[in-house]
């Protein structure tokens, strides 16, 4: 996946994270806007009726499909806590109908890891043609 063009949208994950909210609400479910708590989920949602608990992490797209990264914790939370962690991915946050897609226990699909690059490294003998250096270095910078 085109990982460079998935940097965050501030107005799609607001309208991401409004979705979502007023969709628990709408269930009836008293929900907790936790994102800001680096947690692993973004809201905490609970149905005070049958007890169910629900740790949501939400991702909002712009348009009506991509890819979606989940942070290191947020997996490790998606893993840990798979009886009751959700995944809610609303699409198409720069239209007029943006559409809310729910996971239940989202550690169960085929996550790909990303790497991220630190270094290069290459071996002096795959470098160019050696010379011979005949005379002393000229001295340079501060020592001149």
């Given at each position: 996946?085109?990982?460079?063009?998935?940097?965050p949208?501030?107005?799609?994950?607001?309208?991401?994270?409004r979705?979502?909210?007023?969709?628990?609400?709408?269930?009836?479910r008293?929900?907790?806007?936790?994102?800001?708590?680096?947690?692993?989920?973004d809201?905490?949602s609970l149905?005070?009726?049958?007890g169910?608990?629900?740790?949501?992490?939400v991702k909002?797209?712009g348009?009506?499909?991509?890819?979606?990264?989940?942070?290191?914790n947020e997996?490790r939370?998606?893993?840990?806590?798979?009886?009751?962690?959700?995944?809610?991915?609303?699409?198409?946050?720069?239209?007029?109908?943006p559409?809310?897609?729910?996971?239940?226990?989202?550690?169960?699909k085929?996550?790909?890891?990303?790497?991220?690059v630190?270094?290069y490294t290459?071996?002096?003998?795959?470098?160019?043609?050696t010379?011979?250096?005949?005379?002393p270095?000229?001295?340079?910078?501060?020592?001149?």
């Amino acid at each position: 996946p085109e990982i460079n063009n998935l940097k965050p949208n501030k107005k799609t994950e607001e309208i991401a994270m409004r979705i979502a909210i007023e969709h628990e609400q709408g269930e009836g479910r008293v929900v907790t806007d936790v994102h800001e708590q680096d947690l692993g989920y973004d809201i905490t949602s609970l149905n005070t009726r049958s007890g169910e608990l629900r740790l949501i992490e939400v991702k909002g797209l712009g348009a009506p499909e991509g890819t979606i990264l989940l942070t290191p914790n947020e997996h490790r939370i998606a893993e840990d806590r798979r009886d009751c962690y959700w995944l809610y991915v609303v699409v198409d946050c720069g239209s007029d109908s943006p559409r809310l897609i729910t996971e239940r226990d989202p550690a169960a699909k085929p996550w790909h890891e990303v790497k991220k690059v630190a270094h290069y490294t290459l071996s002096v003998r795959s470098v160019g043609d050696t010379w011979k250096v005949s005379e002393p270095p000229q001295k340079y910078g501060n020592d001149i």
